[in-house]
């Protein structure tokens, strides 16, 4: 079997939002979730799935044999590695609420998914107020400020000497110097690059610069190297309809996405007990059998309906989708061993996905596969045509991909 690539998602926001709602709606993990601040201290890690077509469908095989994924009705959930940390408060880097500290959980992160309660149920602090009474927007930036703050807190330890000798080597000695720095925050030479042009950074000495400027660097930091979708949750609160619209017009360069964690974690347990018939994701469900439904079942899964209709769906897997495949701009793909059966060699049907950056090539998949199987590339076959293609092909969504390496695997 081929191990999923090791993403992670950290899911962040103020206290008291809904991120373990959400992370349990993910992962079907049962975690601590009240209405009050600071319920979740430690973290909780878990496996998710972002959802595309498998590519049985497609080739018209009856079936696919799934090792490292899942295949529901022709759709291939691709496991992804979900945590939920403590919650924030504005003015945590000054030791508010429970601090930033804990920040340092997600740390390995490749990308944030940003909870906000867009019902406007929870004030500055995480305390529950009258829904619609509080602008969610605030939360947005402090939020965003509050992990800049963090960065700048790693980063700042140590920097008067490190800058002192980055300004002694070439730039290119430099970066890699400071992407060494780095690297303990998933953060690649290309993030590094990309911040030091996007903050004007990149012809000033580093020792020349004041905390403004180490501050607008990790902010860029943040932005490149840890993509973040915003999950206006709470949205199957009416009160969210009309600041979402808002959030919307002010938050220009955020990338929005309205959901309801409670609506999905119920749909899930309906769908584990049973109840209903539900692919997460999809913008409908079923019921198994209306006469077994008690009164309270009926009514509850009515208001879903409503809800679901509004949102097309409980948004959840769409954060995700819309994190993994369009702000990390990944890419699932398929190796296989036997490009007559798409299969491995022992007959699984595309028993394997990978989710790959875009830009990827085979080489790159050998390798992300095993070191192995990377350093004896010869070349790969594109199973569809059945053509050879080079290690320098840019892979495409869903290729289905064997690899003839001189090293056995
Ligand atoms: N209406 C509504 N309420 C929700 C939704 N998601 C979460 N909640 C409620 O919001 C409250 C807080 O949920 P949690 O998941 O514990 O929030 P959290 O962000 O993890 O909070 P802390 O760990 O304390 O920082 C609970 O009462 C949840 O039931 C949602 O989609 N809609
Ligand atoms: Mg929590």
């Keep these: 079997m081929v ?12 206290t008291n939002v809904g991120k373990s709602t959400l ?13 009050r601040p600071f319920v979740t201290i430690e973290p909780n890690i878990g496996i998710a799935y972002v959802r595309s077509e498998c590519p049985h469908r497609s080739l018209n095989l009856p079936k696919c044999d799934p090792i490292n994924s899942l295949c529901i009705e022709g759709y291939r959930f691709i496991p992804v590695k979900v945590m939920d940390v403590a919650g924030l408060i ?7 609420g429970l601090g930033n500290k804990f920040l340092d959980d997600i740390r390995q992160a490749n990308a944030l998914i940003h909870v906000i309660d867009a019902s406007g149920s929870t004030d500055e602090e995480g305390n529950p107020v009258k829904p619609g ?12 400020r509050e992990i800049d703050l963090w960065m700048f807190s790693i980063i700042r330890n140590g920097w008067d000497k490190l800058s002192k000798g980055l300004d002694h080597v070439p730039q290119d000695q430099a970066i890699d110097r400071l992407t060494q720095r780095l690297s303990g925050l998933s953060i690649r030479r290309t993030h590094v690059v990309h911040a030091l042009k996007r903050s004007g950074l990149d ?11 180490l501050l607008s660097f990790v902010s860029e930091l943040r932005k490149v190297s840890k993509p973040t979708i915003i999950a206006a949750n709470k949205a199957d609160l009416p009160e969210s309809i009309d600041i979402i619209k808002s959030l919307v017009e002010r938050a220009r360069d955020r990338v929005i ?11 899930r347990r309906a769908s584990k007990a049973g109840l209903i018939r539900y692919i997460p994701g999809d913008p409908v469900f079923e019921v198994v059998d209306e006469s077994r439904l008690s009164d309270r079942q009926r009514k509850a899964l009515g208001y879903i ?3 679901m209709d509004r949102l097309q769906g409980s948004g959840v897997q769409r954060v995700l989708n819309v994190l993994v495949f369009d702000l990390m701009e990944m890419i699932p793909v398929y190796p296989v061993e036997n490009v007559n059966e798409y299969s491995d060699s022992r007959g699984n049907i595309l028993p394997d996905v990978i989710l790959v950056r875009r830009g990827s090539t085979p080489r790159d998949l050998a390798y992300m596969i095993h070191t192995d199987l990377g350093e004896g590339f010869l070349y790969a076959i594109d199973a569809r045509t059945r053509n ?8 495409r969504e869903n290729d289905i991909i064997k690899i003839v390496s001189a090293k056995a695997r």
């Design 257 to 267: 996405v309205p959901v309801s964690a409670e609506i999905e974690l119920a749909l």
């Design 203 to 213: 012809t000033k000495k580093f020792s020349l610069w004041d905390s403004d400027d």
């Design 23 to 35: 992370f349990s709606a993910l992962t079907m993990l049962p975690v601590k979730i009240e209405n």
């Design 133 to 144: 009474s509080y602008d969610p927007f605030e939360d947005i930036v402090a939020i965003e």
């Design 388 to 395: 050879r293609v080079g290690g320098d092909y840019i892979l």
């Design 90 to 96: 504005p003015g945590a880097h000054r030791g508010r």
């Design 305 to 307: 309906r409503e809800v």
């Design 3 to 14: 191990h999923q690539s090791s993403i992670l998602i950290g899911i962040v926001g103020k």
